[in-house]
């Protein structure tokens, strides 16, 4: 059994279930529907599908960062046990709340000078965050050291892709990644662009498409040109939705068609309350790993 404990933000976009089966530890971001606070405790305190109808009919959302303090409580428990901990932040491309987690790191290296915490920046974002922390969950299991594990993360944090469309445009028009007018006649026009994570973890616009059938097309021929191995591709694919199931199981459906290696093996989950306060319902997120992300 490691001595040390892998940990991450809620904003992997994972199951619950997943964190105990793979022993991963999470902290909890917030976030505000209806001008009230819930924690972003994967889809316990309201679930998915209440969440994307409340935003549907218009309701507003804003989400809160982990803040020291709530860092400091989530560590520390693992520190007087004994345990060094290695934890892997939501993109500063995104949030800053990897600013909160070093606070929190120099405050318990302090306290705790024979221990280890580890803080690195994933800049990844939703289950292409979640398909890190799960590569680091295997590479635990087979044996790497804290440090080893650290360093592994830093060489290839880049090397997991992420492509990403929407339906419904209001949801980026509103977070500024597209302007008003462009947003106006692009739903007008059914434009739904692709977009992906750059190599400073942030969300850039690549390609502006028409229909949804095309743009899923697209997304999938990005994961043919930039998957390790290309159509051989035989490593882990997430997806992750926002109240569109089916436009999901198209995108996998499509991935098994074109990379015969994953056919029937491409994990959907939901995108949580956080990233989704701010892409929308009716976004799909294709991950996987491929070559280092550019600009």
Wanted: aromatic share 10%.
């Amino acid at each position: 059994m490691s001595d040390y404990i892998i940990s991450c933000c809620s904003t992997v976009d994972m199951p619950r279930e997943y964190f105990e089966k793979r022993n991963i530890a999470f902290v909890c971001f917030h976030f505000y529907i209806g001008n009230k606070m819930y924690v972003d405790d994967l889809g316990k305190s309201i679930s998915f599908n209440d969440f994307y109808d409340r935003m549907a009919k218009g309701e507003e959302t804003k989400t809160s960062q982990v803040n020291v303090d709530e860092y400091i409580n989530h560590f520390e428990k693992f520190m007087q046990a004994g345990k060094d901990v290695i934890h892997l932040c939501l993109s500063s491309g995104i949030s800053g709340t990897i600013n909160s987690a070093n606070l929190a790191r120099d405050e318990l290296l302090n306290r705790y000078p024979d221990r280890k915490l580890i803080i690195i920046d994933s800049l990844a974002a939703s289950s292409g965050y979640g398909l890190l922390i799960d590569r680091l969950a295997d590479l635990r299991d087979e044996g790497l050291s804290i440090d080893e594990l650290a360093d592994y993360t830093m060489k290839n944090r880049l090397k997991v892709q992420h492509w990403f469309f929407t339906s419904d445009l209001t949801y980026l028009i509103r977070g500024g990644r597209v302007g008003k007018v462009s947003g106006f006649f692009g739903n007008m026009l059914n434009i739904c662009p692709l977009l992906n994570v750059n190599d400073e973890g942030k969300l850039i616009p690549r390609f502006k498409i028409r229909t949804k059938k095309k743009v899923i097309e697209a997304c999938v021929e990005q994961m043919v040109i930039h998957a390790q191995g290309g159509k051989d591709y035989k490593g882990k694919c997430f997806i992750s939705q926002a109240r569109c199931l089916e436009d999901a199981k198209a995108v996998a459906d499509l991935v098994g068609e074109k990379i015969p290696a994953l056919k029937g093996n491409v994990m959907i989950n939901d995108i949580g309350t956080t990233i989704g306060a701010h892409t929308g319902p009716g976004t799909v997120a294709l991950f996987f790993f491929g070559d280092d992300r550019t600009k």
